[in-house]
């Protein structure tokens, strides 16, 4: 079955710095990949998705890339804010299935 | 409006109790879920179930049972709770089969649950 292990577990970046989480993934028909932030205390929110058919999808500060290949994706934030500390999760699914399978989180630490 | 709550948000009770987290979603979905995250923050799909079929059951001690009354609606019960019961448990919902299963994940936020 697929399984998605995510690095690093923990990374601490400075204020207006960019952050690079990356997951890989071990079943090539996967074909959709979610990022979710959890902020405290709360649920995972998704923020950004990319499909196997494309290999970059940007929104504002946040990009996602996808190499299918060597079955790796990262999520880039750039210019950190503050608001930016949380955990971050992956997760990779394909499309005849109906189960995310996630990755490990990674908790994103911006100082100031 | 809240898209998907559930109750209660903290959950204190003693090993051996029985207890039970209702989940309501507001948004339509055919497709709801109960998550566990343990303190590593890892999170852990237990049930999934579809326009009131359950679709997704995964290696769950049988003390936990979902009942879903209808599609708007998955509650989680625990029977004789353990210590090792203690953690985060979040429901979400998504747009299911109606679209395709690969669509946004929608999650209330989370019930915390301490078994003393």
């Known amino acids: 079955g697929e399984n998605v292990e995510q690095h690093p577990s923990t990374l601490s970046v400075q204020e207006g710095d960019s952050a690079v989480i990356k997951c890989t993934y071990s079943?090539?028909?996967?074909?959709?990949f979610p990022w979710y932030k959890q902020e405290l205390g709360k649920g995972p929110q998704l923020i950004i998705d990319i499909r196997s058919n494309v290999g970059e999808k940007k929104d504002q500060r946040i990009a996602v890339t996808l190499n299918k290949t060597a079955k790796h994706f990262s999520l880039h934030i750039t210019e950190t804010q503050p608001e930016d500390s949380a955990v971050y999760f992956c997760a990779a699914s394909i499309n005849s299935n109906y189960q995310l399978i996630w990755g490990a989180g990674t908790k994103l630490i911006i100082k100031p | 409006d809240t898209a998907v709550s559930q109750t209660p948000k903290y959950l204190v009770t003693q090993m051996g109790n029985d207890k039970s987290i209702k989940c309501e979603q507001n948004l339509g979905h055919d497709t709801m879920y109960w998550y566990k995250q343990d303190s590593k923050k890892f999170l852990k799909i237990m049930f999934s179930y579809n326009n009131k079929e359950l679709i997704i059951n995964e290696t769950v001690p049988n003390r936990f049972s979902p009942k879903s009354p209808d599609k708007a609606h998955l509650n989680l019960h625990i029977n004789s709770l353990e210590l090792g019961d203690s953690a985060v448990y979040f429901c979400?919902?998504?747009?299911?089969?109606?679209?395709?299963?690969?669509?946004?994940?929608?999650f209330g936020s989370g019930t915390q649950l301490s078994v003393l």
């Open positions: 079943d090539s028909a996967s074909n959709y």
């Open positions: 979400a919902s998504g747009p299911g089969r109606r679209t395709s299963w690969n669509e946004k994940l929608f």
